[in-house]
């Protein structure tokens, strides 16, 4: 499996360079394929690793990442308040599983290394960690919400 900085770099490589799609394969028959339309957007699609070829690009097989720059990128308007992003595309779940306690509430404070969330994706657990000190202001997303790269998942005042 990739972890989430090893699909960043290769978000990124894809982005930064004249190739239009990059095909990975990975341990287990796992594999990853990222692509960019013409548009720009970028898709990332995970496919068995014995499968010839990629699946054609359509709404049911694939998940736009947001672009730097994009709406969900924005900063709050109140300077003294900061956003946690998610790092990567996937579903989010406010606690550890279904009967635990969430991470996290609105009026919690929190630091850099406190967890406040997972998201799940291709099948890893992925605890995420604010990174930002502060008390958390507002959840933006529900739980078992499908989520993109960048996407703003709290608001957390300083």
Do not use: W
């Not at 550890?96 to 919690?108: F, I």
């Not at 997303?141 to 996407?151: I, S, W």
């Amino acid at each position: 499996m990739y972890n989430i900085e090893e699909i960043k770099d290769l978000i990124k490589a894809v982005d930064d360079s004249g190739i239009s799609e990059l095909e990975v394969t990975g341990e287990a028959n796992t594999g990853l394929v990222i692509r960019k339309k013409p548009d720009g957007v970028m898709q990332q699609v995970a496919v068995p690793a014995t499968q010839e070829a990629a699946p054609p690009i359509s709404a049911e097989n694939t998940q736009p990442l947001a672009q730097e720059g994009s709406d969900q990128q924005q900063a709050p308007s109140d300077p003294n308040v900061e956003q946690i992003t998610s790092p990567m595309v996937g579903t989010f779940y406010r606690a550890p599983s279904p009967d635990a306690e969430s991470y996290v509430h609105p009026g919690d404070r929190i630091n850099e290394s406190s967890v406040v969330c997972i998201v799940e994706a291709m099948k890893l657990m992925n605890e995420i960690e604010a990174e930002i000190e502060g008390e958390i202001k507002e959840i933006l997303v529900e739980n078992g919400e499908l989520v993109d790269y960048g996407q703003p998942l709290f608001l957390v005042k300083k």
